[in-house]
């Protein structure tokens, strides 16, 4: 699943944003964050994606040619966390031929200032135009 989710990170910033991202180790600052479900058979994984506005903002632009408003960002940040691990739910279903990863709805977890109190099992941080994000996940 890791590699799965690296890749579409990878995909969705690189290939549809043609925005280039760089690996990094940490984030600071006040976060915008989302968390999203994905479920295999009687398993569930929780992804949690956390962007500084910088980030959310420089993805806007592509999309949508604006900054946009604390609203925005929040829908913003959700359809974030369908596109990537969407995508990821995708590959890992026509990885083993069946449909048996299934993706619940986003759910925006507000400006964050710290977010240490979230365990994940693995965690990705990246820079885009110098604002950085992380996406990781956890077994629940």
Known sequence: MTKTLEYSIYHFFEHILKLKISQKSVIRGELYGASIPLYFKDEEYSFYLFFQKKALNEIAQFLLYEELKEDGLADLVKEV???IIGYAKKLLNDTNGKDEYRLGVPEYLGRI???SKIKLKEKFTYE???AHFRIGYKKL
Request: aromatic share 12%; proline share 0%.
């Open 113 to 115: 200032d710290g977010f």
């Open 128 to 130: 885009v135009k110098n």
């Open 81 to 83: 966390a369908n596109q």
